[in-house]
């Protein structure tokens, strides 16, 4: 976590701050990062083994950053699993593992209140003289800090004990020193019974060291980039402190520089990867001195892969997406597992580098018609659009488009569009004459009609009227023209009156079917949504971890209450006249499998005409890459990637 303690995996939730990385200059650093999603999912297990121990459960599939860079637990060296993989010979970076946090015990709670009070408190018995009044003892317990969680944990485990303390304001804010606060008791019994509780133990229990240790860190201890302090003016503290360190294993040095009030230090050596074995061994409640953030990834960890085992088993396993696209955990780099992940298998980063990396097959062409060209092709109807946007910015600058559509009507190959880039107006001449030769679809994604709204999700893509006029010149060429009206956002585009609008847009600009499917958060854009709702509409994160609790999906009552409210727009609007009752303005027997939503059925206009059920270029107007549980990216036995 950012505040150097650490969570079970499975236990993080969204918003949670905890340590990334990333690159400054020559090196990586440590940074505080944001949890954007977690997850959990099922998957064939490995136990990756390193050589100080380090064991961790994981997939095939996860990434870990090693001196040679992100490597997959496995791969091959040839063939479609052919990815850089971990071998022996990798040494894998971070500061390597730590230990878990025990419980906090009885002797816990007793050893960290002697060092915090003996650290930093004041505690005794004063006689005082009056002149002409009564003589008395004082009796006085005083602790005050700066920072709450000391004093909170203090009162807490004195309360433990049936001492009750107050609290109140020490010391103002200066320009010098910040504010401090304090807690205190002037009550005999209390202030023995306090006295009694830190009393130096006879004989010191692991249990006692570990709270003896954060105490007096939580007192008197700083942390930097390369050393771990623990200061006192007292030898018996000092002498303390050693021996416990020492009992753990710990290389700790005394720096006594002989000054007039005695202080001296003791520090903790052995880098990171030692500070945080003392932090979640010991456990210190003053969180500030714990963190990693800034420090640069050096560690003299043996981080040496020694064994990949397949468990020959499939279990639970969790993973999280985070603002810089990596975690660490037990004590090692890792991978944000999906996120965008075609670029992933180019090396490229997941974040960044799919907002501004355009990737391009500049031989498409060429390859296409040389796979077409094949004996054994089908002439299965292939989908152009189901995984990535056929008509990008890009397009207008290589002119692909043009070269495929003529490869795929030549060859006689049934093909559809599906688009959000208006971009596709340049090609709707040549999609005719196509369509003269072969069955073309065609088919509009249109998500948001608010235009703020769509400014700031969809900033850089055509506007809502700009795709619909482009709905309007290919009908207006005689080509059917479904539209998605999809994802519809909960609590953003699911009223009436937005959906009603959109509805009675998309039908003025003559689209001959309609499909609206309600958001699904697939690995991949779960992240990079929920980032944006978090910053863009805080108040709807409940209300979206409430109806994706379940997983990618919206619950069926959901589903229910949006296709209700759908059907009486759709037909007012006149886009029922294929539904069959489904109110979905879609044919009744259309095709399932929209991409990103396995339910939903496809626009009337949006697959190819179904011609001849007995001719081979048109063999159904299902494609394969919409079949349940198949790759969209694979339809008709293509890849146009």
Same mark, same amino acid.
């Given at each position: 976590?950012?505040?150097?303690?650490?969570?079970?995996?499975?236990?993080?939730?969204?918003?949670?701050?905890?340590?990334?990385? $990333?690159?400054?200059?020559?090196?990586?650093?440590?940074? $505080? %990062?944001?949890?954007?999603?977690?997850?959990?999912?099922?998957?064939?297990?490995?136990?990756?083994?390193?050589?100080?121990?380090?064991?961790?459960?994981?997939?095939?599939?996860?990434?870990?950053?090693?001196?040679?860079?992100?490597?997959?637990?496995?791969?091959?060296?040839?063939?479609?699993?052919?990815?850089?993989?971990?071998?022996?010979?990798?040494?894998?970076?971070?500061?390597?593992?730590?230990?878990?946090?025990?419980?906090?015990?009885?002797?816990?709670?007793?050893?960290?209140?002697?060092?915090?009070?003996?650290?930093?408190?004041?505690?005794?018995?004063?006689?005082?003289?009056?002149?002409?009044?009564? #003589?008395?003892?004082?009796?006085?317990?005083?602790? =005050?800090?700066?920072?709450?969680?000391?004093?909170?944990?203090?009162?807490?485990?004195? =309360?433990?004990?049936?001492?009750?303390?107050?609290?109140?304001?020490?010391?103002?804010?200066?320009?010098?020193?910040?504010?401090?606060?304090?807690?205190?008791?002037?009550?005999?019994?209390?202030?023995?019974?306090?006295?009694?509780?830190?009393?130096?133990?006879?004989?010191?229990?692991?249990?006692?060291?570990?709270?003896?240790?954060?105490?007096?860190?939580?007192?008197?201890?700083?942390?930097?980039?390369?050393?771990?302090?623990?200061?006192? %003016?007292?030898?018996?503290?000092?002498?303390?402190?050693?021996?416990?360190?020492?009992?753990?294993?710990?290389?700790?040095?005394?720096?006594?520089?002989?000054?007039?009030?005695?202080?001296?230090?003791?520090?903790?050596?052995?880098?990171?990867?030692?500070?945080?074995?003392?932090?979640?061994?010991?456990?210190?409640?003053?969180?500030?001195?714990?963190?990693?953030?800034?420090?640069?990834?050096?560690?003299?960890?043996?981080?040496?892969?020694?064994?990949?085992?397949?468990? #020959?088993?499939?279990?639970?396993?969790?993973?999280?997406?985070?603002?810089?696209?990596?975690?660490?955990?037990?004590?090692?780099?890792?991978?944000?597992?999906?996120?965008?992940?075609?670029?992933?298998?180019?090396?490229?980063?997941?974040?960044?580098?799919?907002?501004?990396?355009?990737?391009?097959?500049?031989?498409?062409?060429?390859?296409?018609?040389?796979?077409?060209?094949?004996?054994?092709?089908?002439?299965?109807?292939?989908?152009?659009?189901?995984?990535?946007?056929?008509?990008?910015?890009?397009?207008?600058?290589?002119?692909?488009?043009?070269?495929?559509?003529?490869?795929?009507?030549?060859?006689?190959?049934?093909?559809?569009?599906?688009?959000?880039?208006?971009?596709?107006?340049?090609?709707?001449?040549?999609?005719?004459?196509?369509?003269?030769?072969?069955?073309?679809?065609?088919?509009?994604?249109?998500?948001?009609?608010?235009?703020?709204?769509?400014?700031?999700?969809?900033?850089?893509?055509?506007?809502?009227?700009?795709?619909?006029?482009?709905?309007?010149?290919?009908?207006?060429?005689?080509?059917?023209?479904?539209?998605?009206?999809?994802?519809?956002?909960?609590?953003?585009?699911?009223?009436?009156?937005?959906?009603?609008?959109?509805?009675?847009?998309?039908?003025?600009?003559?689209?001959?079917?309609?499909?609206?499917?309600?958001?699904?958060?697939?690995?991949?854009?779960?992240?990079?949504?929920?980032?944006?709702?978090?910053?863009? #509409?805080?108040?709807?994160?409940?209300?979206?971890?409430?109806?994706?609790?379940?997983?990618?999906?919206?619950?069926?009552?959901?589903?229910?209450?949006?296709?209700?409210?759908?059907?009486?727009?759709?037909?007012?609007?006149?886009?029922?006249?294929?539904?069959?009752?489904?109110?979905?303005?879609?044919?009744?027997?259309?095709?399932?499998?929209?991409?990103?939503?396995? $339910?939903?059925?496809?626009?009337?206009?949006?697959?190819?005409?179904?011609?001849?059920?007995?001719? =081979?270029?048109?063999?159904?107007?299902?494609?394969?890459?919409?079949?349940?549980?198949?790759?969209? =990216?694979?339809?008709?036995?293509?890849?146009?990637?």
């Amino acid at each position: 976590m950012a505040d150097g303690s650490q969570r079970p995996i499975a236990d993080l939730r969204v918003g949670d701050r905890i340590v990334g990385t $990333e690159r400054r200059g020559t090196y990586r650093h440590y940074v $505080e %990062t944001e949890v954007f999603a977690h997850w959990s999912t099922v998957k064939p297990a490995l136990r990756l083994t390193l050589a100080d121990g380090t064991e961790i459960v994981t997939s095939g599939d996860h990434r870990f950053l090693s001196r040679r860079g992100w490597k997959y637990v496995v791969g091959t060296m040839a063939g479609r699993q052919r990815r850089p993989h971990l071998t022996t010979d990798d040494q894998l970076l971070g500061f390597g593992r730590s230990g878990p946090t025990p419980a906090a015990c009885a002797e816990y709670r007793r050893g960290w209140l002697t060092g915090m009070i003996r650290g930093d408190g004041h505690l005794g018995v004063h006689h005082y003289e009056r002149p002409g009044r009564r #003589h008395g003892d004082q009796h006085r317990f005083r602790l =005050a800090l700066i920072d709450h969680e000391g004093l909170d944990r203090a009162q807490a485990y004195l =309360a433990d004990l049936g001492i009750r303390t107050d609290r109140f304001a020490f010391s103002a804010v200066t320009s010098s020193r910040q504010a401090m606060t304090a807690i205190r008791t002037s009550a005999a019994a209390a202030v023995a019974q306090i006295a009694e509780h830190v009393a130096w133990p006879q004989e010191s229990t692991a249990g006692w060291q570990r709270g003896f240790l954060a105490g007096i860190f939580d007192a008197g201890g700083s942390r930097s980039h390369r050393a771990l302090r623990i200061a006192n %003016t007292d030898p018996e503290v000092l002498g303390r402190t050693r021996a416990a360190l020492a009992a753990f294993g710990f290389d700790a040095v005394l720096e006594d520089r002989h000054r007039a009030n005695g202080l001296a230090t003791v520090r903790v050596r052995g880098g990171l990867r030692e500070h945080l074995r003392f932090v979640h061994l010991v456990d210190p409640t003053i969180r500030r001195k714990s963190g990693v953030t800034d420090i640069a990834v050096k560690s003299d960890a043996d981080l040496k892969v020694v064994e990949v085992r397949d468990l #020959h088993l499939q279990v639970p396993m969790f993973d999280i997406t985070t603002g810089t696209g990596d975690f660490v955990a037990n004590g090692v780099i890792s991978h944000n597992c999906f996120a965008r992940s075609t670029h992933e298998w180019l090396d490229l980063d997941a974040g960044r580098d799919f907002d501004t990396q355009i990737v391009v097959k500049t031989n498409l062409v060429e390859v296409l018609r040389r796979e077409l060209a094949r004996a054994s092709w089908k002439r299965e109807h292939v989908a152009l659009g189901t995984n990535t946007d056929p008509y990008q910015r890009a397009e207008g600058r290589y002119r692909l488009m043009p070269g495929v559509i003529r490869a795929l009507a030549d060859s006689g190959t049934p093909f559809s569009v599906l688009t959000k880039g208006t971009l596709a107006r340049r090609d709707v001449p040549l999609l005719a004459a196509a369509a003269r030769d072969v069955p073309v679809g065609f088919g509009v994604s249109l998500a948001i009609w608010d235009e703020d709204l769509h400014a700031s999700l969809e900033p850089g893509v055509p506007t809502p009227r700009a795709r619909l006029d482009l709905v309007r010149a290919v009908t207006d060429a005689g080509l059917p023209c479904g539209v998605f009206l999809a994802p519809v956002l909960p609590g953003l585009t699911d009223r009436q009156s937005d959906l009603d609008a959109a509805l009675e847009a998309i039908a003025a600009a003559g689209a001959t079917g309609v499909t609206v499917v309600p958001l699904h958060l697939r690995p991949g854009a779960r992240e990079w949504f929920s980032a944006w709702l978090a910053r863009e #509409h805080p108040a709807l994160v409940g209300r979206y971890r409430q109806l994706y609790r379940g997983g990618a999906y919206v619950p069926a009552e959901y589903r229910a209450w949006l296709a209700e409210g759908v059907a009486p727009l759709l037909r007012r609007h006149g886009l029922d006249g294929h539904s069959g009752g489904q109110a979905r303005g879609v044919d009744a027997t259309a095709a399932s499998g929209v991409p990103g939503d396995d $339910e939903a059925a496809f626009p009337a206009g949006s697959l190819p005409p179904v011609r001849d059920r007995g001719a =081979a270029p048109a063999r159904g107007a299902r494609t394969r890459a919409t079949a349940a549980g198949e790759d969209p =990216a694979a339809a008709g036995q293509l890849s146009l990637l």
